[in-house]
């Protein structure tokens, strides 16, 4: 029904920065939540940041608290993830996700729609 493309992932050093970018095309939807998650290798996929249709509700992971910054412009149906001071535990596949009921929340299960993900690989 919807599909998600991530872009914008990449190689970079420590410090550096990346912003990530998840287009919504086919039957798109108004008022759903929208998510990022990753998967570092060996690791579990985990919570990175979302936030809600009007943007009024906003969640990051501690991990990331004050260095990245999810944003949306719902009239291009895109989010994005801006990735500043990159640490190599940064490094996984970055996916985003949307919640068709507009929770803004951690739990995978909430997000029907899935994209097939970007890499983020950060040296040392």
């Known amino acids: 029904q919807v599909q998600l493309v991530e872009s914008g992932g990449g190689l970079v050093q420590a410090g550096g920065s990346l912003r990530l970018s998840c287009a919504a095309s086919g039957r798109t939807f108004s008022s759903y939540a929208m998510g990022w998650f990753r998967q570092a290798p060996g690791k579990e996929r985990e919570f990175v940041a979302a936030i809600s249709w009007s943007g009024g509700v906003i969640y990051y992971a501690d991990s990331v608290k004050g260095r990245f910054t999810i944003s949306r412009d719902n009239a291009k149906n895109t989010v994005y993830l801006q990735m500043n001071t990159l640490k190599p535990e940064d490094t996984a596949v970055y996916y985003c996700?949307?919640?068709?009921?507009?929770?803004?929340?951690?739990?995978?299960?909430?997000?029907?729609?899935w994209g097939q993900g970007t890499q983020v690989t950060v040296s040392p």
């Open positions: 996700a949307a919640d068709p009921d507009d929770s803004a929340g951690w739990k995978q299960a909430e997000y029907d729609y």
